[in-house]
């Protein structure tokens, strides 16, 4: 047994509104960058729908996760070694940026700078690949709350699946039947196969936290890893030419705050804890015949942390006393492995992902409100799921290779809790034959209760600071002096996006440095025309922090903003102020700019 | 003059080259890349690239073969000139023809689809622009071993000689001196080729991902300086990371 820590993230599907606030804020926070337009660490799709990129479930066509070979031996899909070295020179399986989408941004100077004329100017969509003229065709999330179904819903390859083998009876009724978001980021698999496809070697799981990472020094963007990669969160940056993906926000792991996604999570549907696992047995698990079973290899996988015999096998490993208390209060372990209520994403793929979701149940629960049952009562919520058998078959698809028992089980469960918590709530005596009814114990029910509805912060999160001995490291003060040339600002002869990165520690050194010993404006020569507000002290204008100035740059009837030259007083210049006075709330304030200018 | 060129410059550019791709390799590892743009266009590259890399492959083999293998080794072994001779005329064209073919039609994609055009550095233009020229120069003397002068010119007695002595350090000048204009020709633009070589995307040659038929799978690295998987290990590894091909379930389950 070789036990490792594992972070792992849980999320309860019922709770997700499809706000689409973790992927604003993942992008924010690290792909909004030149040659990341596209990526999205984050994404959170309508299902069903195609998904992003298109269709990325279909492997038959995109290749991706392992397979079993005739002899049972796990390979993976896109082929082996040989055949992917064969494949270097172009990748045969290779999404193409028409698969994604292709990003563009809007043409906002003509609003401001166009002519006075006629007609409204217009800002046109200009591609951000190719810096023309575009049209809209789509985007990350085209088919958001099955915008356009009726067209494209055959084209989730979930849906193709099961129409095919139900033989087209249910042909449109999922659109009518049921909806809900599915959130994505990379699962940080315990067998990742866009690892064993990288021919560089560049990716890796950190042993500490079983976070998977691209080595940006190393790869060398022979792409394999995005083939590799069966849930496409593998992204190709085009201006570095290097492979990026979701970090699991390992700067703030490292510090004992959740990811971003999470943090800003505004249904706070996501947990994050850590998993204690057996490296020993990922292979052998992942090898199950049959892909029905691999849900169950998973969960043998995943070890105790309460078995003393696995605590001092934690220990033997060098995992600190800590990291081992977090393992046995974590929620991740709890929802997927002791009230096995969440599962995994596309188990069959045979990477053994660890972003798991708690299906949901609300689909179920809205049909019964809208048929006029009382949809919190666990009979009608229990008969209803066995009849519904369209979405639990979808769900059976995306989380257990197609085992509906598996769901309908997780879904009773949930059934069981919304009911017996509904009788506390009313102030009955506790229904013990409803937990009974789905094997649990009332007090089970009741802490799992608390942990899905309640769901406190430092509930959902439990993350283990790294240890201090390492503090020196995260600081980057222990490399600081390591760093070529020692502290100093560098410029690179291949432009910003080439050399050693410029350590943080160093660059705010300087900058510091700047501000402190000089008369000028700060950072106006090392930033390189760019403005870094943090360090702006007052000391003058840096350039760059306002828009150029105008000859007139008075706020008047003449500024040539509204419409100069013309004589007289300008409707159109009085419009927007007056109105913007009256919503400001504060017209005492306003009212002398605004009177002035309609003078 | 002749010194100059045959004996002084593949020097230069030996240390350009060595040099350059240390220096490269020390200082720039993000920026070693092959910068693919196979998101952009796939169609097209499919088949450019592969014919490409491939005749590439098969045109160093050829210089392999005709450069570095002496003619007293193949006239040992009992291989006629004339043989030698229509083997290297019909493999090298192929893949001279097949390499041109590859490239040119990356250069059309490369000029006609809008996203390749635009991730065109000047780099990559003055790049294509050595590499296409060595690429032609090669073909055209390929062609002149056979038809010059009636019977063509056996380049083994003069430029083979010569490219061997290099590695002696006592270049055959005289030697090189009278190889014909074309071999001239194509040896200075394959030396600045291969000068400016550390400088371009061409780097990523240099790392083709060989040991990824030996590397285990799964790849484990530590935060931690100095430890793996909870035992230290002896040498020392670079900031923050272990070397890549750590130990890993793989290799342990054996």
């Known amino acids: 047994m070789r036990v490792m820590a594992q972070m792992g993230m849980v999320m309860n599907l019922d709770k997700c509104i499809g706000c689409h606030t973790c992927s604003v804020t993942c992008k924010q926070a690290w792909t909004n960058r030149a040659g990341t337009e596209y990526v999205w660490f984050n994404n959170v799709e309508t299902r069903p729908g195609q998904g992003y990129p298109r269709r990325y479930e279909d492997q038959e066509k995109w290749q991706g996760g392992w397979a079993l070979n005739k002899r049972g031996k796990l390979v993976l899909k896109a082929g082996g070694r040989v055949s992917k070295m064969l494949g270097l020179f172009a990748s045969p399986v290779q999404p193409e940026l028409k698969d994604y989408y292709e990003p563009w941004t809007y043409d906002y100077k003509t609003l401001i700078d166009a002519p006075l004329g006629d007609d409204f100017p217009v800002a046109r969509p200009k591609s951000l690949i190719t810096g023309k003229d575009t049209k809209i065709t789509w985007s990350a999330n085209w088919d958001d709350d099955l915008g356009g179904s009726p067209e494209m819903g055959h084209l989730d390859p979930i849906i193709e699946k099961l129409r095919r083998e139900s033989e087209d009876t249910i042909k449109l009724e999922f659109e009518k039947t049921f909806m809900f978001y599915l959130p994505r980021i990379c699962e940080h698999c315990l067998n990742p196969s866009c690892m064993a496809s990288c021919p560089s070697g560049a990716i890796y799981k950190r042993v500490e936290d079983g976070i998977v990472l691209v080595d940006q020094d190393k790869c060398r963007g022979w792409r394999q890893c995005v083939t590799g990669c069966p849930y496409k969160k593998m992204y190709f940056n085009h201006k570095t030419g290097k492979a990026e993906k979701c970090t699991f926000c390992y700067p703030r792991i490292e510090v004992g705050l959740p990811t971003v996604c999470s943090e800003t999570c505004v249904g706070r549907l996501r947990y994050l804890g850590l998993f204690l696992y057996d490296a020993d047995k990922v292979t052998e698990a992942a090898s199950v015949t049959d892909p029905q079973e691999l849900y169950d290899a998973q969960m043998d996988v995943l070890l105790d942390p309460h078995d003393p015999a696995v605590m001092a096998a934690a220990r033997a490993q060098g995992i600190q006393d800590d990291w081992i208390d977090a393992a046995q209060r974590s929620p991740v372990y709890a929802l997927a492995k002791v009230y096995k209520v969440a599962l995994p994403l596309h188990p069959e793929y045979r990477t053994m992902p660890m972003v798991w979701y708690v299906p949901p149940l609300s689909p179920v629960v809205d049909l019964l409100k809208e048929q006029g049952h009382d949809a919190e009562d666990y009979g009608n919520l229990f008969g209803a799921i066995d009849a519904l058998r369209i979405p639990v078959e979808y769900l059976a698809e995306l989380f257990t290779a197609g085992d509906a028992d598996r769901v309908t089980a997780v879904l009773k469960k949930l059934a069981a809790m919304r009911s017996y918590m509904r009788g506390i709530s009313l102030g009955n005596d506790p229904d013990d034959a409803i937990p009974a009814a789905v094997g649990m114990e009332g007090q089970e029910m009741y802490e799992m209760y608390r942990l899905m509805a309640i769901a406190k912060y430092e509930e959902r999160y439990v993350i283990p600071q790294a240890h201090m001995e390492q503090a020196h490291d995260l600081e980057e003060m222990g490399c600081s002096l390591d760093f070529d040339g020692g502290p100093g600002m560098q410029d690179s002869p291949f432009g910003e996006a080439s050399g050693k990165p410029v350590p943080v520690a160093i660059e705010t050194f300087n900058a510091l440095r700047d501000r402190q010993t000089s008369d000028s404006v700060a950072g106006e020569q090392s930033l390189r025309g760019r403005v870094n507000l943090l360090n702006w002290d007052g000391n003058g204008a840096p350039q760059g922090l306002f828009p150029e100035k105008r000859d007139e740059p008075q706020m008047s009837a003449d500024s040539p903003a509204h419409g100069g030259g013309r004589a007289g007083p300008s409707p159109d210049a009085a419009g927007p102020s007056a109105s913007s006075s009256g919503a400001s709330g504060n017209p005492a304030d306003n009212a002398p700019g605004a009177i002035a200018r309609e003078e | ?254």
């Open chain 2, 1 to 254: 003059m002749d010194i100059l060129l045959w004996g002084v410059l593949p020097y230069v550019m030996m240390v350009v080259l060595v040099g350059g791709l240390i220096w490269r390799y020390r200082y720039d590892q993000f920026g070693w890349t092959t910068r693919s743009s196979q998101l952009y266009e796939s169609k097209l590259l499919r088949i450019g690239s592969p014919v490409f890399h491939f005749g590439l492959l098969a045109v160093i083999a050829g210089h392999f073969f005709g450069l570095v293998i002496p003619m007293s080794w193949t006239k040992a072994v009992g291989m006629s000139q004339e043989f030698y001779h229509f083997n290297a005329l019909f493999v090298g064209s192929v893949a001279g023809v097949g390499t041109l073919g590859g490239i040119l039609l990356l250069i059309y994609r490369r000029r006609t689809t809008g996203p390749v055009f635009m991730a065109t550095t000047r780099n990559d233009k003055l790049m294509y622009v050595v590499l296409t020229a060595a690429i032609v120069f090669g073909l055209w003397t390929t062609l002149a071993s056979v038809f010059l002068g009636g019977e063509g010119h056996n380049y083994r007695e003069t430029v083979s000689p010569w490219f061997r002595s290099l590695f002696i350090f006592q270049p055959d000048i005289a030697a090189m001196a009278t190889a014909p204009f074309a071999f001239h020709l194509h040896t200075l633009v394959g030396m600045l080729l291969f000068t400016i070589w550390p400088f371009t995307r061409l780097v990523h040659a240099f790392t083709a991902p060989l040991h990824y038929l030996f590397r285990p799978y799964i790849v484990y690295r530590s935060r931690d300086k100095g430890r793996i998987a909870g035992r230290v290990v002896a040498a020392p590894v670079r900031r923050g990371w272990s070397a890549v091909g750590t130990r890993d379930r793989d290799t342990r389950n054996k």
